[in-house]
T-cell receptor, first 115, second 111 residues
């Protein structure tokens, strides 16, 4: 019954590898997001999709590529992983496109460790 | 540029103490404001939100927040904290297409 589910929960990999994180929401929301939370707990938006269309693309390296096959899914692919990519990545969704007054519903996070 | 400032990075209180966590924002448009809580090892959950109307909003678990437009503030309060309130608290404001978060306040409640 999880509203926003992301997999895997933990991901340990070596520098230079390519990895993907998957996210699915069953809330019927139009908008999905990826946030990065660093070791100091600072949350920064990376991407936002509204009904499969990219609407926010913050200053994120090109190695990060989101893909939304449908409005219930937003996956994150990362190429050539670097040590600095180690963080917790949260997927989120909101009902109204562009967040606005619609709160975010977060997934449980994926802790990525790059060695 | 839009921003959210949380002045207290780390707060330590004893059980039953009163709590107030500061939050100030910088955004020129109509704001919607949120407080989220992240318990250890968990994801963020919505505590409360302000969209319009009464500037004093009540959330879950006895938390409340007051929107003071003239001060660009949205401080979080709780009259009597419990050990289970130990968590990271994030203030957030909508800014156009996205929600921007403050850097968080780590609250530690001593039993």
């Amino acid at each position: 019954d999880t509203a926003v589910s992301q997999t895997p929960k933990y991901l340990v990999t070596q520098m230079g590898n390519d990895k993907s994180i998957k996210c699915e929401q069953n809330l019927g929301h139009d908008t999905m997001y990826w946030y990065k939370q660093d070791s100091k707990k600072f949350l920064k938006i990376m991407f936002s999709y509204n009904n499969k269309e990219l609407i926010i693309n913050e200053t994120v390296p090109n190695r990060f590529s989101p893909k939304s096959p449908d409005k219930a899914h937003l996956n994150l692919h990362i190429n050539s992983l670097e040590l600095g990519d180690s963080a917790v990545y949260f997927c989120a969704s909101s009902q109204v496109g562009g967040a606005g007054n619609s709160p975010l519903h977060f997934g449980n996070g994926t802790r990525l460790t790059v060695t | 540029a839009q921003s959210v400032s949380q002045h207290n990075h780390h707060v330590i209180l004893s059980e039953a103490a009163s709590l107030e966590l500061g939050c100030n924002y910088s955004y020129g448009g109509t704001v919607n404001l949120f407080w989220y809580v992240q318990y250890p090892g968990q994801h963020l959950q919505l505590l409360l939100k302000y969209f319009s109307g009464d500037p004093l909003v009540k959330g879950i678990k006895g938390f409340e927040a007051e929107f003071i437009k003239s001060k660009f503030s949205f401080n979080l309060r709780k009259p009597s904290v419990q050990w289970s309130d130990t968590a990271e608290y994030f203030c957030a404001v909508n800014a156009g297409d996205k929600i921007i978060f403050g850097k968080g306040t780590r609250l530690h409640i001593l039993p």
